[in-house]
């Protein structure tokens, strides 16, 4: 089972879109640099995984503000950033696996887990089952990566992204 780059991409979008009035604005295909935050969310059912969703930290408030409908000078807390941004993660996930799957299987979404990775090569996962897509914002570039866990791994529970950074949530 693979989900195309396209599909994830268009899956995001459709939610950052609906969800942060974030359109994708023309851009490069490059890494997300930067001061990053992560939100990645594991999933189980009839196949197990994991989805992240990285963006710039400076990307956050826009995003949160417009997901709350408040003014720009209402900039909420940076926790209730974090949280609105694993929610965007958490329903980006539960979209996929309906792509993947169908609307019938029961899928259980964990909570999402926040990290600030650093932009290295090693924290960026890679593989036949692994699919990236990146978005270019109008306040910067996302990331979104869907891991798939191999047929012979669902029965050990879900899989993991990356390990939580020390100042993970």
Known sequence: MRVSEEQLAAVAKEVLETMA???????????????????????????????????PRAVMPDLVVNMLGVGEEEIPPEQDQR???GELAN?????????????QPVFELAPPKIDLPKPTPASTPTGENVTHARISLEAGLAEVTLLLQPDNAQTHGTAHMAAPAPNAR
Request: charged share 15%; aromatic share 8%; glycine share 12%.
């Open 21 to 55: 009035f974030a359109f994708e604005m023309p851009g490069e295909d490059a890494p997300v640099t930067g001061d990053l935050l992560r939100a990645t969310v594991d999933f189980r059912g009839p196949f197990c995984g994991a989805l992240s969703l990285t963006l």
């Open 83 to 85: 949280d609105a941004i």
């Open 91 to 103: 329903v980006i996930c539960g979209n996929i696996v309906q792509v993947l799957a169908g609307p």
